[in-house]
């Protein structure tokens, strides 16, 4: 189980899954685009019920890994994701590759 921080909450979910989260959520920031995302996942050690994410670009997101198992099934969630992912990288094609310099805001417009 991989363990999802999010709005200051953290929860458990399936290592697949969490890993396809990050992933989304890079795609979504380096298009400046947004996304809700519905995925299980278990709060300390209650129940699993459905969480959902707004994945943006000014989304904060981490996970680390856990050793205890998730124990329920993530499979649609991950199918969701993953035909996501496909969706929008086939729409944006190769503008996500080989982001130069030029695209980092080094904010000194701001001093």
Same mark, same amino acid.
């Given at each position: 189980?991989?363990?999802? $921080?999010?709005?200051? $909450?953290? +929860?458990? %979910?399936?290592?697949?899954?969490?890993?396809?989260?990050?992933?989304?959520?890079?795609?979504?920031? !380096?298009?400046?685009?947004?996304?809700?995302?519905?995925?299980?996942? !278990?709060?300390? %050690?209650?129940?699993?019920?459905?969480?959902?994410?707004?994945?943006?670009?000014?989304?904060?997101?981490? =996970? !680390?890994?856990?050793? &205890? =198992? +998730?124990?329920?099934?993530?499979? =649609?969630?991950?199918?969701?994701? &993953? !035909? $996501?992912? $496909?969706? +929008?990288?086939?729409?944006?094609?190769?503008? %996500?590759?080989?982001?130069?310099? &030029?695209?980092?805001?080094? +904010?000194?417009?701001?001093?």
């Amino acid at each position: 189980m991989k363990r999802i $921080r999010y709005a200051e $909450r953290e +929860f458990g %979910t399936d290592d697949r899954l969490a890993d396809l989260v990050l992933e989304y959520a890079a795609l979504l920031a !380096r298009s400046n685009s947004a996304d809700t995302v519905t995925i299980p996942g !278990r709060f300390g %050690t209650g129940e699993v019920e459905e969480v959902a994410l707004l994945i943006g670009p000014a989304s904060q997101i981490t =996970a !680390r890994s856990d050793a &205890e =198992a +998730f124990g329920s099934d993530a499979s =649609a969630a991950i199918a969701d994701l &993953e !035909r $996501r992912i $496909r969706r +929008f990288s086939s729409n944006i094609g190769d503008s %996500t590759e080989g982001l130069g310099p &030029e695209a980092i805001d080094d +904010f000194d417009d701001l001093a």
